[in-house]
């Protein structure tokens, strides 16, 4: 942990947010490393630590020799102006480093709303925001993801924009400048022009220039010579069962969004829905084979402890093998009480033997995408569902016990009328119905139904990217008429996005070059977190965009003609604007195209790979299979349904990354690493059985602790010397074990606690001790806050006993303070009334909590 955060990191939101040292964190020798990434997330902690991307090229640069990337998010608000107060700069969470001092600073691009965070990010790094104002001392600042199939409003900030998958993209260009700084030869514009002429799939922004016709609209992108290719053509990775996948990542200190292993099961989609970028820039389709996934999930599973692997892929239901695979991975995560989780499910590929197998998954919910409330409209969006496949799927989900289904919606479609809107209602009731139709005995609860109503984005390299969306207003009506519809229906729930907040995406999924002014101009207004409802401000937006002259109607809300030069033109993702353009107008007739399962329609993308690894493009098949060793583990099997045989309790120091965790998620933590260690722990009963722990006296976020106490139960003869051996070897970074023995007294003759405050301060006057000592012989009334809240109170009937002394460079005071819960005292409240008293802590003073011990009702023997 970086030295200069720990005066004030207790001070801000969530501090595990920037401690690093999470088990599975990468730490290299840096004086074997030539070459150091920052790759960095333009959002908070705990989302950008449930990215898979993230972890897959972090881990994929880690796997290079010399190379080292370590992970960076964006710091929360009140962190930042800790930070800039201090001026301390952007830095990396292994090594603590300025990212400034890297060479190379990475962005992940997932959604258009993270694009005023990745200049806050850069302005906080030190680093020039505009790629026209850097030098060779600089950060090759280079971004990937989703985002950059359509680049250009990013185009002045970043240098180089990596367009696909990155895989085999990334290593290479982090050879080219191995090999460009090894010879001596490395310049910047040198490094940028080699990249994007010599190796495949790198977008350098500064090699074209743009031209506009009169009307605004982008006229033609012109290289800036013949060896600059006219389009950049993404990059896919072939076999994704060669792939690099983390099956050892970083585990998140905090409660990270997804909690949870993401299996990804293939990439691309058959299906085409016309609004769907996703399913247009990962064509094609190419599968992992199960008996690869099985084993990913497995070493997953052993390495980090968690409780749920998630099937992530664009439409899991048409997985080739999927029935296959959850045969083969329920087989052991049942045992393991690891839950199994699907995301949303084609209603039409949903089957009943799909059905039985995720009966036995612990889950009350099903999730189907129907997007749109009639067939008509579910036509023109090539969503090749029917109204009968959405309840046939409903019915099984019912009559196999399931109460809830979740259906997706979307909202200002192409096309769409009233009565499209008003089918999503009819559509939500005649599955509440079908609930109502299984026999009574599987209808445990009531039925219910949650809509989820997003606003249609026109998004770039998709059939629909030419449709305007909405106006805002339009949106607004739309989404109250259906609320009115919906109110009196308690079965129903129906949720829905914003539309000014979709507006602001379109405007920059659609938007050129030129929005870059306006993303400046936000930035410089502050405009940060927008994808936070709390910091997103719509009309900061807008003036923003309309102070640079720009249109927000003409990026959001305009039908583009077919014609037209697109300003992700420069782009090639494989699909072929033919095909887009066919889809098109199909959609204006509702005319549906079939699955790549039933016919291929030509889209282009199979020329990307080679047609063995492409599932269903025309001379594709299975995906050849190699044989695959099964994971080989020493460890013992878990018997999670095991009577106890004894409480064991487990006496462990905290300190370091661990400090500044909520006791909560100390508590997961040290959870997870019970689990991996595949000791036979009793578990708890239940829907989702954990193993059974209970700690003495959490701790305070910020203390440390040299002696904590926490019990579990054990249901084998196990010696006290193994359980130690084996919890040494798997506790995380902070948690260290000193002793194990059978546990035979209760927590509740824990009466006190003994207590260090390390006072860091400048100056200490050589009486304080005594003073300090003085000031507890005394009332001491502080307002102190419960839990049934705030009132006066004399601290110093909860303190048995301070004692004080001066160390080299402040002071150390000892107290004894009451832990149960009528005269519970955290330490805190002594450091507050010696500084109320003293002032100790000047503007470089900070303290420390040391809980040393928990004693007994005499206050001087310890607990055991
Ligand atoms: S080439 Fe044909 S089968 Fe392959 S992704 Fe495109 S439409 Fe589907």
Redesign the pocket.
Known sequence: MREDIKSFITKVRLPGRYTGGESGSVIKDKSYVRQRWAFCFPDTYEIGMSNLGVKILTGVLNEMDGVWCERVFAPWIDMEEEMRKRGIPLFALESGDDVGDFDFVAFSLSYELSYSNVLNMLSLAGIPLLSSERDDSCPVVIAGGHCTFNPEPLADFIDVFSIGEGEEALPEIARLYDEMRGDGTYTREGFLYRAATELKGFYVPSLYSVTYNEDGTVKEYVPKDGKVPARVKKRIVENLDKAYFPTDPALPLIEAVHNRITLEVFRGC?RGCRFCQAGMIM???REKTPDVLCRQAREYADNTGYEEISLSSLSISDYSCIEELTSKLIDWTNDEKINLSLPSLRADSFTKELMDKISSVRTSTLTFAPEAGTQRLRDVINKNVTEEEILRASHLAFAAGKSQVKLYFMMGLPGETYDDIAGIKDLASNVVEEYYRTPERNRKKQAQVTLSVACFIPKPHTPFQWEGQDTMEELSEKQQFLLDKIKSDRKIKYNYHDADVSRIEAIFARGDRRLGKALLLAHERGIKFCAWEECFDYDEWIRAIEDCGLSPDFYANRDIPDDEVLPWDVIDCGVTKEFLLRERHKAQDAVPTPS?LEK???????GLVDKKY?R???GGGETPREAVEPVKTEKRARNTDAPAVRPVRIIFSKYGPMTYLSHLDFARNFMRALVRSHLPVWYTEGFNPIPKLAFASPLSVGCCGDREVADIKVTENISDEEILKTLREYMPDGIGVSEVYTAETKFRLIKWAENDIVVKTKNADPSLPEKIEKLFASPVVMMKRSKSGEKEVDITSMIKSVSASLTDDGVLIRAVTGTDSENYLNPEYVMTAVNDAFGVEGDDGYHIIVRRRLLLEDGVTEYR
């Not at 291929?600 to 199979?606: K, L, P, R, T, V």
């Open positions: 058959i064509r094609p389709v790549c291929c329609s030509a889209c282009g993308a199979n492409c269903w493009c025309p």
